[in-house]
Every structure is written in structure tokens, then in C-alpha cells.
């Protein structure tokens, strides 16, 4: 009987290997695919819609794979010290899957709260990167938010102003050559006081007047400027709680 659960538990620790080995490979080959694509996009501006498209979805899902891949692994090494019986194959394999939401959790959280930030300013880097006219090689100017409505077209403004798009126009002051740069829609995004291009994200909102059963409320939203840091705020009306509504 004893022999039969050694057996057991040596092909349980053959089966564990291998497989953890496997998930680890995968998770480090789902990163290299991801840079391989990555390298593929020369333009900053297909590149910086790769990674605020993707990024993140393949960072999640290798982390997955991770996951799985290093609690197979701590199973191995737990199952493979000392395990004389079933109650302590059991426990072990708690430990391990406990381990391993641990880990998720860890990596989950990191990608959701932290990540953004990083990723926001590398985005950034990428918006933001001197542009060069083609034919002369020139340094562009990137026009601030006022400057640029001359060189767009009507529809081009309003789909800015409804979130959809947003426009970059690079001018190039000697020879008048332009460059517009589409990026998808920035929702929440507002134009920053300071520097004046549509950076400033949401990062809170207060309600600073409660709402009545007839009469609006208002809410403060705070923003900050992914490029130039500056804090901004901006007061939007909440609506009665019932029917028709006062406006105060
Ligand atoms: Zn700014």
C-alpha cells in the first residue's frame, strides 16, 4: 500500500514538472510574441495604439499562465519533500493553490492600479516625441489645443470634442508642411489649463452639492495633467433626483 502512494506521488510530481515547465515557457513566449509584434510597428503613432490597445490584455493573460505555471512548480518542490501520506499530498496542494491565487492577486493588482501610470507616460514619450518634416528633415511644432482648430476641419472638431478622436497637427513653421496624428477617442480626457493639449485625466470626483428631489446637485471632478503634472478641477451639474429639474 505504502509502495502504490509513492508511486503515486512520484508520477504526481513527474506530471507537475512538466506541466509547470510548460506554463512557465508559454507565459515567456506570449511576452515575446507580444515585442515581436511590437517591434513591427515603426510609426509612434500605430505603436502607441498597439500598446494602449494591448499591452495590458497580454501582460494579464501571460501573467495567467505564470500563475499556473509557478503553482505547479511550489507544488513540485512541496510534494516532493517528505510526503508520506494523502491528508499531507492534500494540504500541500492547498498551500500551493493558495499560493498561487496569491500570486494572481499580486500580479492582477499590479497591472490594474499600478501599470496604468507606467504606461501612461511611455504612451506619453511616444505622443510626444519630436516629429521631423519627411522632404527637409525640419523639426516640427506640436500645436497646443487653440492653435490647431485653424488647421482641422469642422467634422475633425467635433469628433475631438465628443471624445472620439484626437487630433495631433504637427507644423512644420518654414516650408507650412503639417502632420495630423489620429489617436482613439481619450474619454475623460480635458484639455489641460497649463499646457493646453488634451491630457488631463480624471483621478477623483467630490459631490460638493447634493441633489434634491427637484433641484440639481454639482460634482467636482479633479483632473491631472499626464504631461505636465498641473491639477485642474471643473464643476459638473447632477441631476434632480426626481422629474422635472430647477436648474439652481
Ligand atoms: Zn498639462
Known sequence: MKEEFELFTENWIEVTAIWSKIALACSGLILIFYLLL???KRNPVKKHQFISSFEIKYLSFAGVIFTI?????????????????EIILTMKTMVSIFSGFLIG???NTYLKVLY???????????RF???YNPNTGHELRLLTEDEEDEYLTEELINLENSSEYEYDVWLD?????KLIET????????????????????????VSKEPTDTKQGAMIKHYKCSHCDHLQRKEYPIPALFGYSKPT
Open 38 to 40: 511590437l517591434l513591427t
Open 69 to 85: 505555471g509557478a503553482t505547479l512548480y511550489l507544488n513540485t518542490l512541496l510534494v516532493g519533500f517528505y510526503t508520506k501520506s
Open 105 to 107: 492577486y499580486i500580479i
Open 116 to 126: 496604468p501610470t507606467q504606461l501612461e507616460k511611455r504612451l506619453n514619450g511616444l
Open 129 to 131: 516625441k519630436q516629429r
Open 173 to 177: 513653421e518654414e516650408s507650412g508642411f
Open 183 to 206: 489617436y482613439a477617442g481619450k474619454l475623460h480626457m480635458l484639455i489641460c489649463d497649463n499646457c493646453n493639449y488634451r491630457t488631463a485625466k480624471e483621478y477623483k470626483q467630490d
